[in-house]
C-alpha cells in the first residue's frame, strides 16, 4: 500500500523527479489529492532533443489535482522537457493558465564558455 499525503499543499521537487519519464512526479501527484503548488527545479543540462523523442508516456499515468492553483517549472531556455511537462499537466486537466515557467540561460552555452575559460586559463599556465 502507498500513503497518501493528504496534508501536502505545497510541494517543491529538483532535477532527481524527473528520472524514468517521470516516474516519481506521477507517483507524487497521484499521491497528494489536496495539492495548490507545485515548483519544478530543473537544473542539469539536458538534451531538448532527446527530450523530443523519448517524451512522457501518458497512457495510465494520470493523476487528479483538484485543488492545484499553480505550477512553476524554473529551467534553462534550452530545455525540451517544458513542452513535455506541459503536455502532461493539460492532460490530467491543468489548464496553461496555471503554469508557469522561468527560463534561465541556456545551460549548452553556459558550459560551452566554462570549456572555454578552462582552456584560456591552461594555456596561461602553460605560457601559451
Not at 33 to 59: D, W, Y
Not at 78 to 95: C, E, M, Q, T, Y
Request: proline content about 2%; charged content about 25%; overall charge positive.
Amino acid at each position: 500500500m502507498c500513503p497518501t499525503f493528504s496534508n501536502l499543499k505545497t510541494l517543491s521537487l529538483g532535477e532527481w523527479c524527473m528520472a524514468a519519464d517521470s516516474d516519481a512526479l506521477i507517483f507524487l501527484l497521484q499521491h497528494s489529492p489536496n495539492i495548490e503548488k507545485l515548483f519544478l527545479h530543473l537544473k542539469i543540462n539536458f538534451n531538448a532533443r532527446k527530450a523530443s523523442e523519448t517524451g512522457i508516456k501518458l497512457q495510465g499515468r494520470s493523476f487528479t489535482c483538484k485543488d492545484l492553483q499553480m505550477v512553476k517549472i524554473n529551467c534553462s531556455k534550452d530545455d525540451g522537457r517544458v513542452h513535455k511537462l506541459a503536455n502532461l499537466f493539460r492532460a490530467n486537466g491543468i489548464p496553461l493558465e496555471k503554469i508557469f515557467v522561468r527560463r534561465s540561460g541556456s545551460a549548452y552555452l553556459r558550459s560551452q564558455q566554462q570549456m572555454k575559460e578552462l582552456a584560456r586559463r591552461e594555456l596561461e599556465f602553460w605560457g601559451m
